[in-house]
């Protein structure tokens, strides 16, 4: 049982059926909340579960306003309420910025940045109606505040997320909190090893992270129940780090590393 409770609370989790989003799903799960995700596509294994309850699953694509709108109601109706919206759908491939096309950049922003600001519209005008009123949390990326050679369009999209959410907690107040996790790598299944590589390479990129491992589903999860909690009553406009201390500057190794040519 975890510590903060959420019974009797609604979460929305897009992007919630694989990866980070699933392992977000399983940790509201586990505190008791009733959990809708949704995703694109049918999911391609069993909904996310733990607590011994399922999350309930939607097909919705976010880039689409009436699908995210449709989104939101769906949930506030078989609910009751929206306590909780976390607007995890996201993501791209590696490509150099010259060789992209207009088109692929253009549908990397639509999803990362305008299809949250859709969910977010939505979720606002039904959690503006509640006595309780709501937190709405965006998955950011350390990609959005260092440079990301390969991932121009993402990188950038996901600064504006960044920068959308601190607009957003200011236009929103009181009723709304809105905030960010700045997630850095996360292993995740399927999804790391496309991105990062097999499970050497992924321990690989964990030496360079000062906490000696990339993050998991459950750490990212971890910080969203926090930011959505009454522990994080006073927190909104936030940008929470969770990278476990961010990256070793490159520049240390190279100093200690012995110079070129031949040694002794």
Known sequence: MRAIDYAGRAVVITGGTRGIGAGIARAFLDAGADVLVCGRGEPAGELPAAGGRSAVFTQADVRDPDQAQRLVSEAAERFGRVDVVV????????????????????????????????????????????????????????????????AAAYAAAKAGLHHLAATLAVEWAPKVRVNTVVAGPVATDAGAAAHYGDDSAQAAIGLTIPMGRMATPGDVADACLFLASPLAGYVSGAALLVHGGGEVPAYLGAAQAPPPGPQD
């Not at 490509?95 to 088109?103: D, G, W």
């Not at 549908?107 to 606002?124: D, F």
């Not at 949390?137 to 440079?147: E, F, H, L, N």
């Open 87 to 150: 607007n995890n759908a996201g993501g791209g491939p590696q490509v150099a910025a010259a060789a992209a096309s207009p088109r692929l950049h253009a549908r990397i922003i639509e999803l990362n940045l305008t299809g949250p600001l859709h969910v977010a519209q939505s979720a606002n005008a039904v959690m503006q109606e509640q006595d309780s009123g709501g937190s709405i949390i965006m998955i950011g990326s350390v990609s959005g505040v260092r440079p990301s050679p390969g």
